[in-house]
């Protein structure tokens, strides 16, 4: 099947290079090449070859991911998964120019400001509901650090599928919980209510000092990603989220 073709113009505009009008400027100035030769009409047709980001040179550095992006990022602690929200975002931890891309990346799910680890990214939006759906049964593991010793009942307790947290009317599904040592342990859920782990806690009487999410479906955060730091995710790593469903 041969790869879908769209205007030159469009698809740089759309990954964020600048309007329409600038790119056609910057196709006249001969910065955009295809194969090492100057494409001199942005609107010419281009075919999506996957292999187009290698191909296709603008001001000499490679063409941007095209759409269907998706990002392993190792988020840090202090910043928000917003659009609009004041204090540093996740999305100023990516090139400047993602944040005019066009369908835009959105984190698929959020961690809170105060929890670190693994956070996904994806312009996508099959793909994103895909893994948040509770259908999907994507699993997320979190590691927490308590204030005070387990009592020893929460684990039982978390399973069941039984616990309502304040506010809510419907009890949270079972999730698991495997113990650490007396204050540091485990607990993988397949929900995403709003601040769950921290709330769940608070629940049995406890506190959450510190979250970081390691593991989302069968993909683990990578060890050497650092916090801070994004990776674009391969398909076979985007297969990892759906394994063991
Ligand atoms: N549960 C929380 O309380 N916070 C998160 O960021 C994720 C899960």
Known sequence: MSAKAVRLDKLLANL?????????????????????????DAGDRIALDPDLP???TVDGAGLDPLP???????KPLGVTCSHKEAGPLVYGLLPERWRRRDP?????????????GLLLLTDDGALLHRIISPK????????????????????????????????????LLPVRLDVE???HCAVTLT?????????????????VTALHRDRVGG???????????????????????????
Not at 104 to 116: E, F, I, Q
Not at 224 to 230: I, P, R
Request: glycine fraction near 10%.
């Open 68 to 74: 269907g992006l998706c990002l392993m990022l190792h």
């Open 136 to 171: 999907a049964h994507v699993a997320k593991r979190y590691r927490v650090t308590l204030d005070r010793p387990l009592a020893g009942t929460e684990a039982a307790l978390f399973a069941s599928g039984s616990l309502m947290l304040e506010g809510e009317e419907r009890s």
């Open 219 to 245: 993909l683990d955060l990578p060890d050497d990603l650092a916090a801070g730091a994004y990776r674009v995710m391969t398909a076979s790593d985007v297969a990892a989220l759906f394994a063991g469903e």
């Open 104 to 116: 835009p990346l959105s984190t698929v799910g959020r961690l809170d400001k105060d929890t670190s």
């Open 16 to 40: 964020g290079y600048g309007s329409r009008r600038e790119i056609q400027g910057l196709a006249r100035a001969g910065a955009i090449r295809l194969d090492g030769a100057a494409l001199a």
């Open 191 to 207: 929900e995403g209510r709003y601040h769950q782990v921290r709330r769940m806690f608070a629940a049995v009487g406890n506190h």
């Open 54 to 56: 290698d191909r296709l």
């Open 181 to 183: 040592d007396a204050t």
